[in-house]
C-alpha cells in the first residue's frame, strides 16, 4: 500500500500543452509566492531552471485562481513551470473519464481509477472516483487514490466499493502471487516462461483462515532483464532500459519536450547532438574547450579556437563563427566546420544538422 499526493512543480515546456497562452514573465525577483502580485506565482528562470527565481503568471493552488477557476498542474521538462487556473468544469467529475491518454485529469477530491491491472498494463482510460472508493484492490493501491487506515502488517482490499486494510492475523510468509501483483527488484523483469508443472496465482489474499489465492497460473516469474538490445525500444514510460553497452536516445528535443519512448544506441553513435550530450552516452573526446556534433551518426568533438569573431571571414580555413553555448546568445568564437558547400574542399558540400542550440555548424562531406 503506497499513499502518495502525486504534485508536479518545478519543470515544464516553456509552452504548456494545451495552454492557450504562452506564459508571461513579469519582472520582479522573488523568494516565495507571497513576493508576487496576485494573478502570480514565484518560479525558478527558464530555460535552465536556475535557482534565481521570479514572478510569472500561473499558479500553485486552487486559492490563487479566481472563483470558479481551480489550478491545474502539468508535466514538466524546463522551468518556469506554474499550472494554469482553468474552469473547473474542464476537469472530469465523478464518473466521467481520464487519463494522460485523453490530456484529463480528475477533479479536486477525485483520482482516476484504472481498475483491474492485466499483466502490469493498466487502461489507457480510466474514471473518476472519490477518494477512498474503487472496484477493485488495484484502485485501492493507485498511488493517487488517498486514503487512511490503521498501522500494522497488511493488505489493502476493496470491500463493497470501499477501501478497507486487512491486517495480517493467519497468513505466513511473503505473498505467494507472482509478480504481476508484486512487482520485481530492480534490474529484473516479469517472466511468463517457466515449467508448466509450476503455478503461480497471479493474486493472492490475506483471510483469516490464511492466503487465499486465484485459480490461474499466469503470476509470472522475476529473471534478470537482459535489456533491449540495439534499435529497440527504450525508457522510464515503458520501464524499459538498455542492455549493457547501449544507452536509450531520446533523439530531438524541441521547446524542452523530449519523447517518451527512446531507441537503444551503441555508446558514441547518435542522431543529434543531443544524443552527444546524453549523460548516459559515453564517448571519448579531446580534452579541450569545445563543444559535441553528431556527425554521419558518430560523435565528435570540436574544439574551440582562442580567435574571437563576428563573422565567418573572421576565421581560418577551415573553421567558421559559432556562439560558444550552451546557448546561442553567448560569445562567438571560430570552431572547425562549415556553413555553406564554399566553405568545404572541391568535390565536398556542408552538410547542415538539425539544431536547437548552439553551437551547431555544419561539417562537409
Request: glycine share 12%; hydrophobic share 25%.
Amino acid at each position: 500500500m503506497r499513499l502518495a499526493i502525486h504534485m508536479l512543480f518545478g519543470l515544464s515546456a516553456v509552452l504548456l500543452l494545451g495552454a492557450a497562452e504562452p506564459i508571461c514573465t513579469p519582472s520582479g525577483d522573488c523568494e516565495s509566492d507571497s513576493d508576487c502580485a496576485a494573478g502570480t506565482v514565484c518560479e525558478p528562470k527558464g530555460p535552465d531552471c536556475s535557482t534565481e527565481m521570479s514572478c510569472v503568471s500561473g499558479c500553485h493552488q486552487d486559492s490563487d485562481c479566481n472563483q470558479g477557476l481551480v489550478c491545474q498542474q502539468v508535466a514538466c521538462f524546463t522551468c518556469p513551470c506554474p499550472g494554469q487556473c482553468v474552469e473547473d468544469s474542464e476537469l472530469a467529475q465523478e464518473g466521467e473519464a481520464c487519463g494522460a491518454d485523453i490530456d484529463t485529469q480528475c477533479a479536486e477530491g477525485l483520482y482516476c481509477a484504472f481498475g483491474l491491472v492485466t499483466c502490469g498494463t493498466p487502461p489507457v482510460v480510466g474514471v473518476c472516483r472519490t477518494m477512498a472508493t474503487c472496484d477493485t484492490e488495484f484502485d485501492c493501491e493507485n498511488p493517487d487514490n488517498i486514503w487512511g487506515h490503521i498501522e500494522c502488517e497488511g493488505a489493502a482490499q476493496c470491500q463493497d466499493n470501499a477501501c478497507a486494510w486487512i491486517c495480517i492475523h493467519g497468513c505466513e510468509g511473503e505473498n505467494p502471487a507472482g509478480c504481476v501483483e508484486n512487482a520485481c527488484p530492480a534490474g529484473q523483469i516479469c517472466s511468463f516462461d517457466y515449467d508448466g508443472d509450476v503455478c503461480i496465482p497471479s493474486y493472492c489474499s490475506c483471510q483469516e483462515e490464511g492466503w487465499a489465492c486465484t485459480d490461474d497460473c499466469g503470476g509470472g516469474v522475476c529473471v534478470e532483464d537482459p535489456g533491449a538490445q540495439e534499435g529497440e525500444g527504450c525508457g522510464d514510460d515503458i520501464d524499459t532500459q538498455c542492455a549493457e553497452g547501449l544507452y536509450c536516445a531520446f533523439g530531438e528535443v524541441w521547446c524542452g519536450t523530449p519523447p517518451m519512448v527512446g531507441v537503444c544506441r551503441a555508446m558514441g553513435s547518435c542522431g543529434n547532438e543531443n544524443d552527444c550530450m546524453d549523460a548516459n552516452n559515453f564517448w571519448n573526446h579531446d580534452t579541450c574547450e569545445g563543444a559535441a556534433l553528431c556527425v554521419e551518426n558518430l560523435c565528435d568533438w570540436s574544439c574551440f579556437s582562442d580567435q574571437s569573431c563576428a563573422a565567418d571571414s573572421d576565421c581560418d580555413p577551415g573553421t567558421v563563427c559559432e556562439a560558444r553555448g550552451p546557448g546561442c546568445d553567448t560569445e562567438l568564437t571560430c570552431m572547425s566546420g562549415c556553413h555553406q558547400d564554399s566553405d568545404c574542399d572541391q568535390g565536398q558540400s556542408c552538410l547542415l544538422p538539425a539544431c536547437f542550440t548552439c553551437p551547431c555548424p555544419g561539417y562537409c562531406e
